[in-house]
């Protein structure tokens, strides 16, 4: 049991001490950014997935 107590005591003084948190604004300005990302990606994929769905029906009807 000691074993465990050290490591909780080694995790909290490292998240205390040794972690770098961001600052507030920096921490909106990623949330911005990771938010932008995922629209851009989103788009990119849904058309994708027109353009395949298009093609698709295409073939099926040349069949």
């Given amino acids: 049991m000691s074993k465990f107590s050290e490591a909780i005591e080694t995790t909290t ?3 205390k001490n040794k972690v770098t948190w961001p600052t507030w604004q920096e921490l909106q300005s990623s949330t911005v950014l990771v938010m932008v990302a995922t629209l851009i990606l989103a788009v990119v994929i849904g058309i994708i ?3 395949g769905s298009q093609l698709i029906n295409l073939l099926y009807q040349l069949a």
Avoid: I, P
């Fill in 13 to 15: 003084d490292e998240l």
């Fill in 49 to 51: 997935d027109l353009v």
